[in-house]
């Protein structure tokens, strides 16, 4: 069935199998994932990538299917959700698996998705859209806020905080809870204090991602790919980044061929590396051999062209090839 997103809290959640958010608002998806789904689970709540699960199903089926006393109801949370999923998303519904509710974050699904033409025909299943939200949506948002706090503000003020946000009903979250601190024991906030306090959008941890990914720290990889909201630009901005690490780490492992030694081999590198790096360089050393690493550089050129050539589904594409790498066991 197909329902939109303000009649959600009129759905009893538990009665249905499956909800499949859609659209590139990923702010509003990720409120309604807060303050709808999440709720109503104390604990009992599993996010996972879809490249996870299309990789692993036999993992995935076990460890949903695995119930102890004290664990009845489980809300499953899949993020970047495509077609790929379908198949899997139909065995779950024919399985009849009881007390689990699954929300699939997806990305725009255009009208030709297997996954949204089955979520939105199917009894069990719901398919909400979500659209992006425009100025004025936002400035209702910013002005509740200010009206709530019982906080003056003029519309200039209004308008550069929607500005800076930068259409994302998550940045501008973000940035109402970077002024509600400051106001804490203020009952005036002026645009040069907004100025200050306020940041142009973007997503962080690119660097970290990286990192993490060729450490083989999965779990942390995971998780920064679950706490941002990539586009296009950082999904080329995150593959610059891993040439970069990749061709430093190609180094290392040469120069940990002749020496034997990893702290020696980082120790000496030039250009030096940050003592704050020096622990997860270490990791990623170990984690490749040079043959490996050599290999991986012209993967990520692939990719990089493939994002290009199909910039609809950069994400997808970017975060299925993280999670092959960090899942990948090296020899």
């Known amino acids: 069935m197909i329902a939109k997103s303000f009649e959600l809290n009129k759905i009893e959640i538990k009665s249905k199998k499956v909800f499949l958010l859609h659209g590139e ?9 807060e303050k709808v789904f999440k709720p109503q689970y104390t604990q009992n709540i599993y996010c996972y990538e879809e490249g996870e699960i299309v990789s692993n199903m036999e993992s995935f089926f076990n460890n949903l299917l695995t119930k102890s006393f004290f664990e009845t109801e489980k809300l499953v949370i899949i993020n970047r959700a495509t077609d790929k999923i379908k198949n899997i998303i139909e065995e779950i519904i024919e399985k009849k698996i009881e007390d689990v509710v699954f929300v699939l974050n997806a990305n725009l699904l255009e009208k030709k998705s297997k996954l949204r033409s089955f979520c939105e025909k199917n009894t069990e299943t719901v398919c909400v859209p979500f659209y992006e939200d425009n100025n004025q949506t936002l400035s209702g948002i910013v002005n509740n806020f200010f009206r709530q706090s019982k906080i003056p503000i003029s519309q200039m003020a209004i308008n550069l905080i929607v500005e800076r946000c930068r259409g994302d009903r998550q940045n501008l979250k973000n940035e109402l809870e970077k002024i509600k601190s400051f106001t804490k024991d203020k009952n005036r906030i002026d645009i040069k204090d907004l100025l200050k306090l306020t940041n142009l959008a973007e997503n962080y941890n690119v660097s970290e991602l990286v990192d993490n990914c060729l450490a083989k720290n999965k779990k942390r990889t995971i998780n920064i790919l679950n706490e941002n909201n990539y586009s296009l630009e950082d999904c080329i901005l995150i593959i610059r980044t891993f040439l970069t690490k990749t061709k430093r780490l190609v180094k290392l ?31 990623q050393v170990r984690a490749w051999s040079n043959k490996n690493v050599k290999n991986l550089i012209y993967q990520i050129n692939e990719i990089e062209l493939l994002i290009k050539k199909h910039s609809s589904s950069s994400v997808n594409i970017l975060s299925n090839f993280i999670i092959e790498k960090v899942s990948t066991i090296n020899n």
């Open 25 to 33: 608002n990923q702010g509003h998806k990720t409120q309604i994932i």
């Open 253 to 283: 492992c040469e120069k940990m061929q002749e020496i034997k030694d990893v702290d020696a081999a980082i120790s000496g590198f030039k250009p030096p590396i940050f003592w704050k790096e020096k622990e997860i360089v270490k990791q």
